[in-house]
DNA sequence: TATTGTTATACTCTATAACTATA
DNA sequence: TATAGTTATAGAGTATAACAATA
């Protein structure tokens, strides 16, 4: 056989690379973890109080945006619920619709949790500013943006 | 106050390549998880079998590395070694050790993983020569490596 | 006494399937 | 009929605490 491998196997180049960003990402999701636990929260309720942070959503679009089946998100919006950081309103134009917002101390919450996540200062701190600009535009490429 | 932030605020650049990381991190994820799927794997067993691809490790060390309580890697081990793919050893040296070891079918299931892992090839195969090599550089530079 | 691995327990996340109320 | 959200269920990961065997 002319070609013994249907796709190009990497060179070494990008074997490191993907190895490099193997461990950012374990070291990006310790950090998460962390700061979630810090604010009695979990990795999974952190991500759904961040986007809705952001602006309000249906438990549908939720699911979506965290890749995961919709019953999963009744039970983590119930336990924020519970909690008062998020709340359930209904939508005038589709009554089966529920829209799933943050509340007041929920957005609090979240802001504390983003400044909290020490990855943003450490790692990159020791990056000059022309580093820093070239790892921007290299991930930009990378995620086809 | 003369100073209202403990620390810095991150400026607008750093906060954009933090978006950024984040987004490759959810990408990364996202393929390890329907790499490990497409084996009959979670991300845990995957991730926990390729360490003992690399080296058998007692049941201790393979806590610490994946960073969490060692309780859990009871379960773990215990599923992937009714599979087959790795194997509880005594260690000679003390008695209360058990190594863990992938078995042969184990270490060629982490090398299929490895192999089917997307991420190694599209987003990079994006860049440059010159741009993985500046990749690589800053990344190294914030794992302080 | 201290350490290794395990068990027991409880909670959360996850997918699947069935259900309800709307559309 | 189709869709949005929920419930029920079961499996897996997780931390905590208590335990047996060994050091």
Known sequence: MATPHRTPRPDALTLEVVELIGEVVARFHADYEEAAAEHTL???QA????LLSLE????RRLAQKLRCEPSNVTGIVDRLEARGL???RPDPADRRVKVAAATEEGRRVARSLRESLRFAREPLAELSEAERLSLRDALRRMLGS
Not at 56 to 59: A, F, V
């Open 42 to 44: 979990t990795g999974a």
């Open 47 to 50: 991500r759904l109080l961040s």
């Open 56 to 59: 309000p959503l249906p438990m």
């Open 86 to 88: 998020v709340e359930r």
